[in-house]
């Protein structure tokens, strides 16, 4: 069973940093596509970072990018968010996603069809 499991949320201060993880069962990371997303209440998903199987490109959303990193460690089965200069409307439930075939668009949620169950990232003033 194909199972996503994140951690590492919390709550910072405004430029802070803060990492968070998602780790993976089942399944070996490095032959999928996977992404951050995160989500406010209201608000539609919004992809932060992703990073394609082979040689692993990243791409990141312009209001992240310079501050977030996406990455992953295959051996130890782990996607890794790392977050600089978080700002409050960083605030977010973070979620990771996976998916087996090459995705088109890495910022649309429905290219995904694995995901975790959140971890909740505040960031205060």
């Known amino acids: 069973q194909v199972n996503l499991v994140e951690s590492g949320g919390g709550s910072v201060q405004t430029g802070e940093s803060l990492t968070i993880s998602c780790k993976a069962s089942?399944?070996?990371?490095?032959?999928?596509?996977m992404a951050w997303f995160r989500q406010v209440p209201g608000k539609e998903r919004e992809g932060v970072a992703g990073?394609?199987?082979?040689?692993?490109?990243?791409y990141y959303a312009d209001s992240v990018r310079g501050r977030f990193t996406i990455s992953r460690d295959n051996a130890k089965s782990t996607l890794y968010l790392k977050m600089d200069s978080l700002k409050p409307d960083d605030t977010a439930v973070y979620y990771c996603a996976a998916d087996q075939s090459t995705v088109r668009e890495w910022y649309e949620d429905y290219e995904y069809r694995i995901w975790g169950q959140g971890t909740q990232v505040t960031v205060s003033s």
């Open positions: 089942g399944f070996t990371i490095g032959r999928y596509c």
């Open positions: 990073i394609y199987i082979g040689e692993g490109y990243t």
